[in-house]
C-alpha cells in the first residue's frame, strides 16, 4: 500500500498514511509525469537521507515545483524513521528546473 501524496510505501493493514493522513492505495500513478509538461525529471545529488528529501520536497511543493521521491530498501515498507535504505533516497525534480532545485538543496543541507 501506498500513500498517493508522499508515496510513502506501508505493510499491509495500514490503511491510511499517519503524515498525509490520506488513503493509501495500492498502486502509484507513473512516476507523477503528468505534473510536468514533458516529462522529463532528473535527481538531486547527494542527498543524506529520506528526512531530508521530505524537508527538501516541502520548500520545493511550495515554491510549485512539482517532484517526487523514490527509494529503494525495506526503511520505507515497514516505517524505519532516520534510515537511508540501502539503494538510496532520490528526489527527482524537473529537468529544467534542476540548478535552481540544486542551489534550493544547498541553501538548505551544506550547514550538515
Known amino acids: 500500500m501506498y ?4 508515496q510513502y510505501e506501508y505493510k499491509p493493514g495500514i490503511h491510511v498514511c499517519p503524515d498525509c493522513n490520506e488513503n493509501l492505495v495500492e498502486q502509484l500513478p507513473e512516476e507523477n509525469e503528468e505534473s510536468h509538461p514533458d516529462g522529463s ?14 524537508m527538501i520536497r516541502s520548500v520545493l511543493e511550495r515554491k ?17 524513521s532516520g ?3 540501502r ?6 525534480v524537473p529537468e529544467d528546473k534542476l540548478e535552481e532545485c540544486i542551489e534550493i538543496q544547498h541553501s538548505m543541507l551544506d550547514h550538515i
Open 41 to 54: 525529471f532528473a535527481p538531486l545529488p547527494n542527498l543524506p537521507g529520506r528526512v531530508y528529501a521530505e
Open 3 to 6: 500513500c498517493p501524496k508522499c
Open 87 to 92: 539503494g538510496g533516497v532520490q528526489l527527482f
Open 64 to 80: 510549485g515545483i512539482p517532484c517526487f521521491i523514490r527509494s529503494e530498501g525495506p526503511g520505507d515498507a515497514y516505517q524505519f
Open 83 to 85: 534510515t537511508t535504505p
